[in-house]
């Protein structure tokens, strides 16, 4: 069972207290009222249910105009796609339920899915993988440290290790490939 989320706080506090239980981090209420319901698109939020009407999930569709080849298409992204613990079997049928609701509302879904059950639940949805994710990393130049000290013996130090220290986290974690897919449900174009 499902419904569309109301913006109010118990839905929000709910589903922020899964989400941080999920992924560790702390987001806010806030920050969930503004990507949701703040957002000058149309974005669908869902909250997924048991018997007793209680938040076990939350599945999202983000709203956005793409625009190639002087044409605009209706995309429509899946995002913060959570469950509680322990019930993620309840999750297919309801993505099923939700997914016939909002499809004709896109020209293009985007979806992002790890391997395995996601996978397969997206790929009965339609969804065909297109590519794969690729980390790109930032190297920074420790220079800036010798700015940030007076003492010359120290300046001389970070300035001679500082190219060293770029070439080993150059070399340690260039671009790796991670499983996770990008996927597109592309049958209208």
Known sequence: M???????VSDLTSICNIYNDITGRSRTKELHEWEWFKSPYKNKSYVILDKEEKILGHHGILSIK?????????????????????????YFKNEMAMHKEYIDDYDILITTT????????????????FGTYVTFIRIVDFKFLSQ????????????????????????????????EKKMILTKWI
């Open 2 to 8: 499902y419904r569309n989320t109301n913006n109010n």
């Open 114 to 129: 790890a391997h395995g059950v996601t996978k397969k639940i997206r790929e009965k949805l339609g969804y065909k993988v």
């Open 66 to 90: 793409l625009n190639y080849k002087n044409s605009t298409y209706n995309t429509g992204k899946t995002e913060n796609t959570i469950m509680i613990k322990g019930h993620g079997p309840l």
């Open 148 to 179: 940030k000290t007076r003492n010359t013996t120290l300046k001389t130090i970070i300035n001679t290790l500082s190219p060293l220290l770029n070439i080993f986290l150059l070399k340690s974690k260039i671009s790796k490939i991670y499983k």
